[in-house]
């Protein structure tokens, strides 16, 4: 794949779901001064507007005109289409699930696939840098990234972390299910056709499952100095 000149320095940070990846990536963007992109939060939106006006998932040509059509904002840590606020609507499990389906279809990431470059542009012209979240940046979004990490962590561990996180929320869910919402998850992000959910041949692997997020922002940091990217 040929690497695209990037207007900024960048930091992928891609994993599988509940892996810590965002914890991790807005850490490391406060940490830097850098921007940050949420770049799972674009598909979320494309399925919460999906879940909303019934289009199927398995309608790309649908789905595809959803993406092009939205005005999306990621600002403020808000998430806004067309003027509406999804920033806690985006979390939920079905909008996850929807977000999951409609990210398989080729049309439909190529779609996305502008805006999230265009992230790397920094507003007033300047040279901050950006640190992206999500499951293909280093390997198509960004290939030309300075720093590529691959945050992982066991299913059951993912599971864990989840319903603590739905507890914590006031919401009943069972583990069971949570844990096998997590694996049907991961086959659908591995066994895509475009874009699966797999390390960039540059990426540095981190096994989160027993660290803590403190312990993996110091590994992460680490890596950002070896780099001289702080």
């Not at 779609?111 to 390997?139: F, K, W």
């Amino acid at each position: 794949m040929t690497e695209r000149r990037l207007p900024a320095p960048v930091i992928c940070v891609d994993g599988p779901s509940g892996s810590g990846k965002g914890s991790l990536a807005t850490a490391l963007a406060e940490r830097l001064g850098w921007r940050y992109l949420d770049s799972g939060a674009l598909y979320r939106v494309i399925g919460v507007v999906a879940l909303d006006r019934g289009v199927a998932t398995d309608d790309e040509s649908a789905l595809v005109g959803l993406a092009k059509s939205l005005d999306i904002e990621l600002t403020g840590g808000r998430i806004r289409a067309d003027g509406l606020d999804l920033t806690e609507r985006v979390r939920d499990e079905a909008v996850g699930a929807a977000a999951s389906e409609a990210a398989r279809h080729p049309q439909v990431r190529q779609a996305i696939l502008a805006e999230q470059r265009r992230a790397a542009e920094s507003p007033d012209g300047g040279s901050s840098g950006l640190v992206a979240d999500g499951r293909d940046m280093g390997t198509v979004v960004f290939p030309g990234a300075e720093l590529k990490i691959f945050l992982d962590a066991s299913a059951e561990e993912r599971a864990q972390r989840r319903y603590k996180q739905l507890r914590n929320k006031g919401i009943t869910v069972n583990l069971r299910s949570v844990l096998a919402n997590i694996r049907d998850r991961d086959a659908r992000d591995e066994g895509r056709a475009v874009s699966p959910l797999q390390p960039a041949s540059d990426a540095v692997i981190i096994d989160s499952t027993h660290m803590t997020i403190a312990d993996v922002l110091r590994q992460a940091l680490a890596l950002v100095r070896e780099r001289g990217l702080a």
